[in-house]
């Protein structure tokens, strides 16, 4: 890649995870969005992010007396947002909304060019309040916001652009932007269709149907999403319902699932798709100085003593959880690390499957777990599941963490102090899971099922361990049954008995970890891919 040459491209997203304390993401997509970002400026490509200044982010989640959760909203203000001066509008339910534009650089990223409509200007000022927040209206409300006033502040600033990054469907109605702007140019509807998939990528990201967002077309024409363009035009480019995936893959020249097994996944889930752009596989990666210890990369560097840097880390991850819940965790037993959304697929629980198992060791303390997670605040069911957790905490006090509020901070703290993480998703659900790279970067070995971006990465038994084979059926109370037993083959037969009894064995495992991923799971490798897959045309 040579700077001098290289496409500029304008990275439209829904959250951005840059800070804990910048409350504009809610999870992996965000995080992800923002280490992208960051990556970018450390190796100098010229990308842009396009994203929402959200005044209450995403909802902070704690925990009752009775142990469930609830949802809280704060007033955000950010006195460090630069006012850009810029302000644009959009039709929402054919009244004009204005969008003020801010930018931060603040966070060692690229420029993030931020849209608000908190104005008083706007009677409704609250479509940029709660990031995945409300119903379906609000929600087009959003991604006019993140969409059509993105372009049109790209104009207003006067950044010229080759590439539009659609970093999930949120963002196809951009491409709806950028057609009506050559169908004004006196371009046909096809001409300026094929001239807009020219230049916008796309990445899809939830291997579930149901996570892949659509809207009724009357719901969208009622909005104004259509933007000016016929409601058997957008039919012809969504569908109906208007899926914002299907969209996204007929609307750009190349799409990318997120990890080599998800494209494959993906290939099969879209396949029926008429006209959809080709999907190729580029794995995430993590922006290695925001989630790495300097301690555990200075000892692995000068072949130091990784066990002394990575017990440091341990204690302190303890001391954290002890202020974080009042539990005191011991030190010198193995600490499973467990960070997740609430979601029926991750299995947050299958650890404790089968009790006649794994209690033993929970009430004597050998294994000791650690988990966080939040669930949609309108997921009733991702809720039980974080109701599951805090009675597991209860029933096993001593060993049995489950810390609220999950944010950037517990995650890092996590995936530097662990001693395992571990992952067991109904494959091939998982899309990617960069939370695995982050504790590998730091030594953490993975104890993960083969989904996402664990099948490119797993040595087993050398940088971390696989459990089951890759088993994939519909029938889910087996995959579940077949999963679970792998797991306790796994965790019982291979990784207490080298924990406790080898632990030459056990560093030689954490160095090889850090070797076998550092590159190729760091941000640079990422956005090298971007640039020769897909930004930079052939």
Same mark, same amino acid.
């Given at each position: 890649?040579?700077?001098?040459?290289?496409?500029?491209?304008?990275?439209?997203?829904?959250?951005?995870?840059?800070?804990?304390?910048?409350?504009? $993401?809610?999870?992996?997509?965000?995080?992800?969005?923002?280490?992208?970002?960051?990556?970018?400026?450390?190796?100098?490509?010229?990308?842009?992010?396009?994203?929402?200044?959200?005044?209450?982010?995403?909802?902070?989640?704690?925990?009752?007396?009775?142990?469930?959760?609830?949802?809280?909203?704060?007033?955000?203000? $950010?006195?460090?947002?630069?006012?850009?001066?810029?302000?644009?509008?959009?039709?929402?339910?054919?009244?004009?909304?204005?969008?003020?534009?801010?930018?931060?650089?603040?966070?060692?990223?690229?420029?993030?060019?931020?849209?608000?409509?908190?104005?008083?200007?706007?009677?409704?000022?609250?479509?940029?309040?709660?990031?995945?927040?409300?119903?379906?209206?609000?929600?087009?409300?959003?991604?006019?916001?993140?969409?059509?006033?993105?372009? @049109?502040?790209?104009?207003?600033?006067?950044?010229?652009?080759?590439?539009?990054?659609?970093?999930?469907?949120?963002?196809?109605?951009?491409?709806?932007?950028?057609?009506?702007?050559?169908?004004?140019?006196?371009?046909?509807?096809?001409?300026?269709?094929?001239?807009?998939?020219?230049?916008?990528?796309?990445?899809?990201?939830?291997?579930?149907?149901?996570?892949?967002?659509?809207?009724?077309?009357?719901?969208?024409?009622?909005?104004?999403?259509?933007?000016?363009?016929?409601?058997?035009?957008?039919?012809?480019?969504?569908?109906?319902?208007?899926?914002?995936?299907?969209?996204?893959?007929?609307?750009?020249?190349?799409?990318?699932?997120?990890?080599?097994?998800?494209?494959?996944?993906?290939?099969?889930?879209?396949?029926?798709?008429?006209?959809?752009?080709?999907?190729?596989?580029?794995?995430?990666?993590?922006?290695?100085?925001?989630?790495?210890?300097?301690?555990?990369?200075?000892? /692995?560097?000068?072949?130091?003593?990784?066990?002394?840097?990575?017990?440091?880390?341990?204690?302190?991850?303890?001391?954290?959880?002890?202020? @974080?819940?009042?539990?005191?965790?011991?030190? !010198?037993?193995?600490?499973?690390?467990?960070?997740?959304?609430?979601?029926?697929?991750?299995?947050?629980?299958?650890?404790?499957?089968?009790?006649?198992?794994?209690?033993? /060791?929970?009430?004597?303390?050998?294994?000791?777990?650690?988990?966080?997670?939040?669930?949609?605040?309108?997921? !009733?069911?991702?809720?039980?599941?974080?109701?599951?957790?805090?009675?597991?905490?209860?029933?096993?006090?001593?060993?049995?963490?489950?810390?609220?509020? $999950?944010?950037?901070?517990?995650?890092?703290?996590?995936?530097?102090?662990? !001693?395992?993480?571990?992952?067991?998703?109904? @494959?091939?659900?998982?899309?990617?899971?960069?939370?695995?790279?982050?504790?590998?970067?730091?030594?953490?070995?993975?104890?993960?099922?083969?989904?996402?971006?664990?099948?490119?990465?797993?040595?087993?038994?050398?940088?971390?361990?696989?459990?089951?084979?890759?088993?994939?059926?519909?029938?889910?109370?087996?995959?579940?049954?077949?999963?679970?037993?792998?797991?306790?083959?796994?965790?019982?037969?291979?990784?207490?008995?080298?924990?406790?009894?080898?632990?030459?064995?056990?560093?030689?495992?954490?160095?090889?970890?850090?070797?076998?991923?550092?590159?190729?799971?760091?941000?640079?490798?990422?956005?090298?891919?971007? $640039?020769?897959?897909?930004?930079?045309?052939?």
């Amino acid at each position: 890649m040579t700077q001098q040459h290289l496409p500029t491209v304008a990275y439209f997203s829904m959250e951005f995870g840059l800070e804990s304390s910048f409350k504009i $993401y809610a999870g992996g997509l965000g995080i992800l969005a923002g280490d992208y970002i960051k990556g970018a400026r450390d190796v100098g490509a010229p990308i842009i992010g396009i994203g929402i200044k959200w005044k209450q982010g995403y909802t902070d989640q704690h925990i009752d007396p009775d142990g469930k959760p609830y949802d809280a909203y704060h007033n955000y203000m $950010y006195e460090f947002l630069e006012d850009t001066g810029v302000q644009v509008s959009v039709t929402i339910r054919n009244i004009d909304v204005h969008c003020k534009v801010w930018k931060t650089e603040k966070f060692g990223n690229n420029p993030l060019y931020l849209l608000d409509t908190d104005i008083p200007q706007n009677s409704d000022s609250w479509i940029t309040g709660q990031l995945y927040g409300w119903f379906g209206e609000e929600r087009i409300a959003q991604e006019i916001v993140l969409g059509i006033a993105g372009v @049109r502040a790209l104009r207003a600033l006067q950044i010229p652009v080759d590439v539009y990054h659609f970093n999930e469907g949120h963002a196809a109605l951009a491409a709806i932007e950028l057609i009506r702007e050559k169908m004004n140019a006196g371009r046909s509807f096809e001409e300026a269709w094929q001239a807009t998939r020219d230049e916008v990528v796309f990445t899809t990201h939830t291997p579930i149907r149901e996570g892949n967002e659509s809207h009724p077309l009357e719901r969208l024409e009622y909005m104004s999403a259509f933007n000016h363009l016929t409601r058997e035009q957008m039919e012809r480019i969504g569908g109906n319902p208007f899926n914002m995936t299907v969209a996204g893959l007929r609307l750009s020249r190349i799409s990318n699932g997120v990890a080599k097994l998800h494209g494959i996944t993906a290939n099969k889930m879209w396949q029926d798709v008429a006209g959809r752009s080709e999907i190729i596989s580029i794995t995430n990666a993590i922006h290695t100085p925001t989630w790495v210890d300097p301690r555990i990369t200075a000892a /692995y560097e000068s072949n130091g003593d990784l066990w002394a840097a990575h017990m440091e880390l341990k204690r302190e991850l303890i001391r954290f959880i002890e202020e @974080r819940s009042g539990i005191s965790l011991n030190a !010198d037993h193995l600490l499973i690390g467990f960070s997740r959304r609430a979601a029926p697929y991750k299995r947050s629980d299958l650890i404790f499957s089968k009790p006649e198992l794994i209690a033993p /060791y929970l009430e004597s303390g050998k294994i000791q777990i650690v988990f966080s997670g939040k669930a949609h605040p309108l997921d !009733d069911t991702g809720k039980r599941i974080v109701s599951n957790l805090v009675a597991m905490m209860k029933k096993y006090p001593g060993s049995v963490v489950f810390l609220e509020n $999950y944010d950037m901070t517990i995650g890092a703290a996590l995936t530097r102090g662990s !001693d395992i993480w571990l992952n067991n998703p109904r @494959r091939p659900l998982e899309a990617s899971g960069t939370s695995g790279m982050k504790a590998a970067m730091n030594g953490v070995l993975n104890c993960s099922i083969l989904d996402g971006w664990w099948p490119e990465a797993c040595l087993d038994g050398e940088n971390g361990w696989q459990f089951g084979d890759g088993l994939e059926t519909d029938n889910t109370e087996a995959l579940d049954r077949h999963d679970s037993e792998a797991l306790y083959e796994t965790l019982l037969q291979r990784v207490l008995p080298t924990y406790y009894e080898n632990r030459p064995k056990w560093v030689e495992m954490m160095r090889k970890s850090i070797e076998t991923t550092r590159e190729p799971f760091a941000t640079k490798r990422m956005i090298e891919q971007y $640039y020769n897959k897909m930004y930079i045309k052939e």
